[in-house]
């Protein structure tokens, strides 16, 4: 019999095709974080069981814009930039699990088909849709990183707009906030293909930076707008109180996870 290879769909004979590579993921980065407080119960409402409300600051909300290159252990993905680069917008709130704290991504967008591979291995919900942020540079008109400086940051998703900020760097700051701060607690989903045969795949994971650098970190003020759209929720987590607003340029290696419990755990099986 031949052998398909690939690490993920699809597999061919050389595994060429396959959507991902296998790990480890390297990627570079911009990022821009806005915090703020929620309802806690808008929170609850998108944590399954076993998970809680974090015990302190539960209503706590990070909506994050990223700007991306990424690529395999050759790198070889960086000499073919439409295979690197991407953008990704994303939500992250705060849980318990057994005492311990942890970051769950309850919402993602990014612009590649690779990219929602990748996320349906680590267990991040991704979806597609449009997402920009005004990048920075040393010349011209274009934001530096210093006080004063402006960003823009918007979000959309099948032809309506989710999100849209201004952010303002007002200096030099110890962190790029907390939200997202932890190692993340997610679930990795799969129904049966037999009609009625519940999950064929049900795991909550452990995973996180298997190594991270990042450059110093600026923290301001953001004007943030949430909208209704007929296919997203994002609006739910309504702000009530502004936290913060940072920017940060990062380096994270991604080499895996752990798994936390099965379906069958959970169930009281084996």
């Known amino acids: 019999m031949p052998e398909v290879r690939g690490y993920l769909y699809p597999k061919t004979g050389t595994g060429r095709s396959s959507l991902i590579p296998s790990p480890p993921w390297y990627y570079s980065g911009d990022m821009i974080t806005i915090e703020y407080r929620t309802d806690p119960d808008r929170v609850r409402e998108l944590l ?5 409300l974090a015990e302190d600051d539960p209503g706590a909300v990070a909506l994050i814009w990223a700007d991306w290159q990424s690529c395999s252990a050759s790198r070889e993905e960086l000499l073919d930039p439409v295979r690197a680069q ?3 917008a994303f939500a992250v709130v705060r849980c318990a699990y057994r005492g311990r704290t942890y970051s769950r991504c309850v919402y993602i967008w990014v612009d590649k088909d690779f990219a929602i591979a990748r996320g349906l291995h680590q267990g991040y919900p991704k979806k597609l849709g449009s997402i920009h942020l005004t990048r920075t540079h040393p010349y011209g008109p274009a934001p530096r990183i210093e006080a004063g400086a402006r960003f823009g940051v918007t979000l959309a998703a099948a032809d309506r707009r989710l999100a849209q900020a201004v952010v ?4 030099p700051s110890p962190t ?3 939200v997202n701060g932890h190692p993340m607690a997610h679930h990795r989903w ?3 293909i037999e009609k009625g045969g519940g999950l064929a795949l049900d795991e909550l994971i452990e995973s996180g930076a298997a190594a991270f650098e990042a450059g110093p970190a600026w923290a301001g003020g953001a004007d943030l707008e949430l909208f209704d759209s007929p296919t997203e929720e994002l609006a739910r987590l309504v702000v009530r109180e502004p936290i913060g607003a940072y920017f940060r340029q990062v380096g994270v290696v991604w080499d895996g996870g752990t798994p936390l419990e ?9």
């Open 86 to 88: 991407y953008k990704e």
């Open 48 to 52: 399954p069981d076993p998970l809680e």
């Open 176 to 178: 790029g906030g907390f």
């Open 262 to 270: 099965s379906g069958g755990t959970r169930e009281g099986q084996p």
């Open 190 to 192: 799969l129904p049966s």
């Open 168 to 171: 303002t760097l007002h200096g």
